[in-house]
């Protein structure tokens, strides 16, 4: 359940448009650790699409969304 996960940090790309989500995202899992979990903020609906090909592509595990009041919350577990 996203609603339980605690994450290690927050990145948040509101207001951004593809690609710069993703780019932030890949900059922000390169400073992390193997196991912990980045919480991505965003309000671009390409991202729903984008995070979780992005995240197989490279090796993560994707764990969800959830939607928030006007943005949408994502969690990713660094590999």
Known sequence: MVEDIKPDETLDCRGLSC???ILKTKKAIGK?????ILEILGTDPGTKNDLPSF????????????EDDGFTRYYLKVK
């Open 19 to 21: 690609p710069m989500p």
């Open 32 to 36: 992390m650790k193997s196991g912990q």
């Open 55 to 66: 995240a197989k592509r490279a090796g993560h595990e994707y764990l969800g969304l959830k």
